[in-house]
């Protein structure tokens, strides 16, 4: 259940609001937006009657209730998009709709400390905002390499003071939360472990930005459900990343990247969205103009993998863009950013002067 105040209410009447409907053995949580002020009732508000509630105040405009399964999570919670504001070394990066567009690049592991530190001043020089590496790998063979842990993730806090980047990186044990989270600005749940709900749960606890990848054959609701156990936490920093689901003919791509799902969790969530490309599509020749497709469906990130040598790297390697093809299609990303108004307006946001990669 949500009640909507009316604009210019007072904040002394929304606190005794707040205290009213309190009393009434519920949990509220605000959210304050530019003209209204949403008050979301949780608990048991099966028994409340609207009308008792509506009869408060005269600035309730009017008490409606959410009948979806997630309930913070959903659109009519807050009034309008949330936004996830992540500190890095070079400032505040804001994920959101009314936001520039966020790109997160790097290797799928970190391999080694010249690799990680190349990578990481490469993809800053051509406008990546976060790192992405992985530390711990969950791999579909036992075989496979599972990333080197620990002395990993002191090798993505080397690549972040050498480039200013924030890093984003995965984490899989909840035993693992501690040493992850002193290193990373982001903790990233990976779509093996989307309805890890013991692991869910302990993220949302520590407060700090959480990347959401869809699970690999999750339905819209299994993830926005996911992302509420984080919200329901006490963590309302949740952004929710595509990353690709299973399909029927891999012959040709990994997965199935679903761009579909864009506009479709915008009809449902207020949270930030993500898409990532390369998991989405496997082959580094189709993230390119996905990355574009993406940002014209609407997402506000995107997630690349970059490797100095694609070819020679331990895990992903085929889907890696190179430095040289990751510049240039941030050149594109820069065009069809600014064409629908999230491009990052600022002195040094220039479009570099070079061929497209994809006409657009």
């Keep these: ?19 009213e409907i309190h009393n009434q053995n519920v949990i509220t949580e605000k959210s304050i937006g530019q003209h209204k002020v949403v008050i979301g009732l949780l ?13 408060i105040s005269p600035f309730i405009e009017q008490v409606v209730r959410v009948n979806k399964p997630y309930k913070r999570v959903s659109q009519e919670f807050r009034h309008g998009p949330s936004t996830v504001v992540v500190p890095t070394p070079n400032g505040d990066v804001a994920f959101g709709q009314e936001h520039p567009i966020v790109v997160v690049a790097g290797p799928c592991s970190v391999e080694n400390e010249q690799m990680i530190v190349e990578t990481a001043q490469r993809v800053k020089a051509a406008g990546a905002k976060f790192l992405r590496g992985g530390a711990y790998k969950p791999r579909t063979s036992p075989y496979a390499f599972q990333g080197h842990g620990e002395s990993a993730l002191e090798l993505l806090d080397k690549a972040r003071q050498a480039s200013g980047l924030g890093i984003i990186t995965e984490i899989m044990d909840t035993a693992d939360i501690e040493k992850v989270a002193a290193v990373a600005d982001v903790l990233q749940v990976g779509a093996r472990n989307m309805q890890n709900f013991s692991l869910l749960k302990k993220v949302g606890a520590t407060g700090k930005p959480i990347l959401l990848k869809r699970g690999i054959s999750a339905t819209v609701e299994e993830w926005l459900m996911a992302a509420e156990y984080i919200l329901a936490a006490g963590n309302p920093n949740v952004i929710l990343c595509e990353r690709g689901i299973r399909g029927f003919d891999r012959q040709y791509a990994r997965n199935t990247l679903d761009l579909a799902v864009v506009p479709v969790l915008r009809s449902l969530t207020h949270l930030p969205i993500m898409v990532d490309p390369s998991h989405g599509t496997g082959k580094a020749e189709y993230v390119p103009p996905m990355c574009l497709a993406a940002i014209a469906a609407g997402t506000d990130s995107l997630m690349v993998e970059v490797h100095p ?52």
Excluded: Y
């Design 1 to 19: 259940m949500i009640v909507v105040l009316r604009a210019g209410t007072p904040k002394e009447e929304i606190e005794r609001i707040c205290q």
């Design 43 to 55: 608990g048991d508000t099966a028994a409340l009657n609207g009308e008792h509630i509506q009869q």
């Design 309 to 360: 040598n694609p070819a020679k790297a331990l895990s992903d390697g085929p889907q890696s863009l190179t430095p040289e093809s990751f510049e240039q299609l941030m050149h594109d990303v820069a065009v069809v950013s600014k064409t629908f108004g999230r491009w990052e307006q600022t002195p040094d946001a220039h479009l570099p002067v070079m061929p497209a990669l994809v006409s657009v």
